[in-house]
């Protein structure tokens, strides 16, 4: 894709959404990178029902630490892969206590040496709580990059590099939450919504979708 091509892309979706926000509820660092770890693979409105419960009745590491992988698994248990992410949870949790007083670090490798953080976890972190402006690539960015021509690539490491490369600067801040919206609601994995599509004539998709 062009750069002023991109250039009018993001600016369409800025007009659309000026300020974008996750769709997770949280009300601290360490609440919002739970419910990121509970994320993988499953929907946001799925994680929010299982941590509202959980958020208001253990809203601290120390309270969360408390609960054991037991008890965190029966608020979860309708997240899927829930054992392996109660267990990831307490882990991390344990660790962030030990090393960093329960405070979330402001460092991505100190991020990604924690159980159930990746690159992606990481980078979301890095964004919404320190104002970083990395962009993290989901199944939605990632399908939406490869669709629409803005960033190409065979794993989704290929396309953060690339988006990095493409995005504007005054938009990068911005610009995966943009994309993760546009992607879940819009531009979906089996009929993309073409015909309600801000960015349709930029878009280089050849099968677009008439209704």
Same mark, same amino acid.
């Given at each position: ?20 926000? #996750? ?10 990178l739970v419910a990121v770890i509970l994320s993988a693979q499953a929907t946001d409105k799925g994680v929010n029902r ?27 248990? #309708? ?41 992606? #976890?990481?980078?979301?972190? +890095?964004?919404? @709580?320190?104002?970083?402006? #990395? ?21 989704? @490491?290929?396309?953060?590099?690339? +988006? ?48």
């Open positions: 894709m062009q750069p002023q091509k991109v250039h009018d892309l993001f600016s369409r979706l800025q007009a659309a959404d000026p300020a974008p926000e #996750t769709e997770l509820r949280y009300g601290s660092p360490y609440q919002l299982a941590t509202g419960p959980l958020f208001k009745d253990a809203p601290t590491p120390e309270a969360i630490l408390a609960l054991g992988e037991e008890r965190l698994a029966d608020y979860i248990q #309708t997240i899927g892969l829930y054992r392996t992410k109660a267990k990831n949870v307490i882990a991390m949790t344990r660790l962030l206590l030990e090393h960093h007083g329960g405070e979330v670090p402001h460092d991505r490798a100190a991020l990604e040496a924690l159980p159930g953080v990746g690159r992606k #976890t990481a980078n979301v972190i +890095l964004n919404i @709580v320190f104002g970083e402006p #990395t962009i993290a690539v989901d199944t939605h960015i990632f399908r939406l990059a490869n669709r629409t021509g803005l960033a190409p690539g065979k794993d989704v @490491v290929a396309v953060e590099r690339k +988006l990095l490369k493409v995005v504007p600067a005054e938009f990068r801040q911005h610009a995966h939450h943009w994309l993760i919206l546009h992607g879940r609601y819009v531009c979906k994995a089996r009929k993309p919504d073409c015909p309600r599509c801000t960015i349709r004539d930029l878009c280089g998709h050849r099968d677009k979708t008439e209704s």
